[in-house]
């Protein structure tokens, strides 16, 4: 890796959009004298000291890995510091190099007659970290260098300093990228390769174990599962060699390390890359493409996996996250993986509004979302995710993402609609702009010949009006509903009054005749509902549970998922945990 670009490439964040990276500038003669006042008595004292900073400058070159190396150094014999003169540091050499062969001579002198056994056992674990992709933990180095548990934890003493993590929750990794560069450099050729042929021995092995039975899934090794399809990238590995990963072994693995397919899919699509590289240089030298059918199996994996994520709805994504079935990373991965931009907008979305989402986490499945919004056709559905996307995407990019919602909304020919989505957005306009927006709805609605769209519309105003105004046409609204014959135009609207007045919707739901019409008006009332009326509410819930048990098994799950906030409101999360195994059980026994 030779910048932030390569580690970009690396983590698969090469989109714009997704990363930014930084330079870290080499710090100037001034800023090495503040690095040392920051680190307090006595290192403070060298800052005062014009050539003692100078020849740590000519040491360290501003390089700011070798100034936190030094400094560490100065804190360790702080003892001494008071007593520290230029001359002795002069005869150092600068550089990562120079650094290095110091602490190994410092080393010798500590180990003196055992050294030769210390130094080579410390020299073989900065060896296979400098040729590692990533952390490893115990059982990696186990397998790859053969030290016994003591030799290992009697080499990791002296490098507490360059290397962290525990083997056990966290991997052994050097505490900054250059120095694994530094030590991978230091080896020949030959030695590079030898480490890399470990690696990729270890990987065709497991993978050969999982797809014959002999591992199970969940006991491959962490390392390699992550690490594998990357070690046969910087290899150079042909496609047949990267194609033996796109298998179900290979994809389980995945499943039990990340409880998703996201890993899997992006060594399927190492394996594709490599593949249509062949199938091109055939085609440009007149030959028949070998890899044809290779990169139809590719594609058909990702297209059935992209079909276990679309027969999820957002909801359902949403309560296994909530009962921890799924972790919020499974969950933000399945989401990802919906094929259909509307409902993958939604989902993430839903996860956002839903869920407590950490802040570093909430900015990434906004921006997810935010991109893809922007392959929505429908003017409407772009519009209203990108109002509910609005108070939870980074500030600096709140605004380019409000005016292109209100621009969007403002193209909407449906008068509800447009008017839901810029209430919606109101609270992120000025106060003028609120009332303009405000007023014009309401005048608007005044002028609709329709009932059902006037009680609608009516119905969407109520929230953002103050008390005795939306007293007022909060009335005017169930007026209209109770005009209203079509039962499905009278839930649309009651499911819009259901927030503002739950218990009186409740009452207007037992005068709908049509099965089907309350369960979205129950899904709507359920959170607003007091528990004084659940009583009512399960009545209800009761009767419509048997008219969907004489549907499809699709058209009963559907339902179910719309219904999910009813279900949580009656019987909290053991009725929700409940259902999911009911699901799990059933679909087992008729597939």
């Known amino acids: 890796d030779e910048d932030a670009r390569d580690w970009l490439r690396r983590l698969g964040w090469e989109r714009q959009d997704l990363a930014t990276s930084y330079d870290l500038d080499k710090l100037t003669k001034d800023g090495m004298v503040l690095a040392l006042e920051s680190m307090g008595c006595p290192l403070d004292q060298l800052g005062a000291k014009i050539d003692v900073v100078s020849e740590l400058y000519r040491l360290t070159e ?164 992550q690490y594998y399809g990357a070690h046969l990238e910087r290899s150079h590995a042909p496609a047949e060699t990267l194609l033996t990963l796109v298998c179900q072994g290979w994809s389980n693995a995945w499943e039990a390390l990340e409880g998703s397919f996201a890993g899997f899919l992006s060594d399927v699509d190492r394996a594709w890359k490599a593949a249509e590289c062949e199938n091109e240089q055939a085609n440009a030298k007149g030959e028949i493409a070998p890899r044809i059918g290779d990169e139809i199996r590719c594609a058909l994996v990702r297209a059935s996996i992209n079909s276990l994520a679309s027969n999820l709805p957002a909801s359902l994504i949403i309560q296994l996250i909530r009962l921890n079935k799924w972790t919020l990373n ?66 600096s990019d709140q605004k380019q993402v409000l005016q292109q919602a209100l621009a969007a909304a403002q193209e909407i020919e449906n008068i509800l609609a447009r008017t839901a989505i810029l209430m919606a957005l109101a609270p992120h306009m000025t106060e003028t702009d609120q009332e303009q927006v405000l007023q014009q709805a309401l005048a608007a609605a005044q002028r609709i010949d329709s009932i059902p769209a006037r009680a609608e519309l009516l119905a969407t105003l109520v929230p953002y009006l103050a008390p005795p105004e939306r007293e007022m046409i909060l009335q005017q609204a169930f007026i209209a509903v109770q005009a209203i014959r079509d039962n499905e135009q009278r839930a649309r609207a009651l499911t819009a009054l259901a927030p503002c007045a739950p218990e009186k919707v ?40 048997h008219y969907l048990s004489t549907s499809t098994r699709k058209e009963f799950l559907t339902e179910l998922s719309t219904l999910i906030p009813v279900i949580e409101k009656l019987g909290r999360a053991r009725a929700l945990d409940t259902t999911f195994h009911a699901i799990q059980d059933v679909t087992t026994w008729w597939p």
């Open 62 to 225: 501003g390089d700011p890995l070798l100034v936190r190396l030094y400094v560490d150094d100065l804190w360790t014999h702080r003892d001494m510091v008071e007593s520290l003169k230029p001359e002795d540091l002069g005869t150092m050499k600068p550089g990562l190099k120079g650094y290095f062969d110091r602490w190994w001579e410092d080393q010798r002198k500590l180990w003196r007659d055992t050294s030769p056994l210390k130094e080579a056992n410390v020299q073989v674990l900065l060896n296979v970290l400098a040729c590692a992709l990533g952390p490893l933990d115990q059982e990696a180095l186990l397998h790859l260098t053969n030290l016994s548990s003591w030799d290992r934890e009697e080499a990791l003493r002296p490098l507490d300093r360059f290397v962290i993590g525990d083997g056990k929750t966290n991997g052994y990794i050097f505490s900054h990228p250059r120095l694994g560069y530094y030590f991978k450099d230091r080896l020949s050729k030959r030695e590079q390769q030898n480490w890399e042929e470990k690696f990729l021995d270890w990987g065709r092995d497991t993978v050969q174990a999982l797809e014959q039975g002999t591992l199970t899934p969940s006991k491959a090794p962490t390392y390699i599962v």
């Open 330 to 395: 499974q969950g933000f991965s399945y989401a990802r993986q919906i094929p259909d931009v509307v409902r993958r907008s939604e989902a993430l979305m839903s996860i956002i509004t839903d869920l407590e989402v950490p802040d570093h986490y909430r900015a990434k499945m906004a921006d997810n979302a935010f991109i893809s919004t922007q392959a929505i056709r429908d003017i409407e559905k772009r519009a209203s995710i990108l109002a509910r996307l609005v108070p939870h995407i980074a500030r």
């Open 506 to 545: 409740l009452i207007a739901v037992h005068k709908i005749e049509d099965t089907e019409a309350p369960a979205v008006i129950l899904s709507a009332l359920a959170p607003h509902l007091p528990l004084t009326m659940n009583c009512c509410l399960y009545l209800i819930w009761r009767s419509l549970l």
